[in-house]
């Protein structure tokens, strides 16, 4: 789904309003309409990738660039102590909007957002087995 249909890429074209924190060429970063945190931004390439794995290496490297600068500008302008990085890929992650997109969550010590994270335990040898799993699904391109 892209150009017309999608709605980060008609907010990149100025089609759909959004307020702006910053843009280049190459990346567009907005607020997030349903902020978890005050100052819950959304960075995205201007250039239509489905999700993470589909965004090719030029466009991820410049996104990744404007965040690193981002992040602290907005931690420092809502007064936050911290924020979470966030992209999620694939419904069962709860990526509702088809368009690579990293979240910029400010934070603050005891907030309760994100709060609930649950932890588990590995049975004997199971991590190391997954870990070979993965290894064999492994392609680096
Ligand atoms: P995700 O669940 O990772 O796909 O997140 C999509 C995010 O996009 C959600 O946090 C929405 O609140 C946000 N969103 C959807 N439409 C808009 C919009 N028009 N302007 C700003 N943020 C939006
Ligand atoms: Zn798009």
Same mark, same amino acid.
């Given at each position: 789904m892209a150009g017309q249909d999608c709605i980060f890429c008609r907010i990149a074209k100025g089609q759909i309003p959004s307020v702006r924190v910053f843009e280049n060429d190459r990346v567009l970063s907005f607020l997030d $309409? @349903?902020? $978890?945190? &005050? !100052?819950h931004a959304l960075v995205i390439p201007k250039v239509h990738a489905g999700s993470l794995s589909e965004c090719d290496e030029g466009a991820l490297a410049e996104l990744m660039r404007i965040t690193k600068c981002l992040a602290p500008a907005i931690v420092k302008a809502t007064g936050s102590e911290g924020y979470n990085l966030l992209c999620n890929n694939g419904r069962a992650a709860g990526? %509702? *909007?088809d368009h690579v997109h990293f979240h910029i969550i400010p934070r603050r010590l005891n &907030? !309760? *957002? %994100?709060? @609930?994270?649950p932890h588990r335990d590995y049975p004997a040898g199971a991590a190391e087995a997954l870990a070979e799993k993965i290894r064999c699904h492994l392609v680096i391109s």
């Amino acid at each position: 789904m892209a150009g017309q249909d999608c709605i980060f890429c008609r907010i990149a074209k100025g089609q759909i309003p959004s307020v702006r924190v910053f843009e280049n060429d190459r990346v567009l970063s907005f607020l997030d $309409i @349903h902020p $978890i945190s &005050d !100052g819950h931004a959304l960075v995205i390439p201007k250039v239509h990738a489905g999700s993470l794995s589909e965004c090719d290496e030029g466009a991820l490297a410049e996104l990744m660039r404007i965040t690193k600068c981002l992040a602290p500008a907005i931690v420092k302008a809502t007064g936050s102590e911290g924020y979470n990085l966030l992209c999620n890929n694939g419904r069962a992650a709860g990526q %509702l *909007v088809d368009h690579v997109h990293f979240h910029i969550i400010p934070r603050r010590l005891n &907030d !309760g *957002v %994100l709060a @609930h994270w649950p932890h588990r335990d590995y049975p004997a040898g199971a991590a190391e087995a997954l870990a070979e799993k993965i290894r064999c699904h492994l392609v680096i391109s």
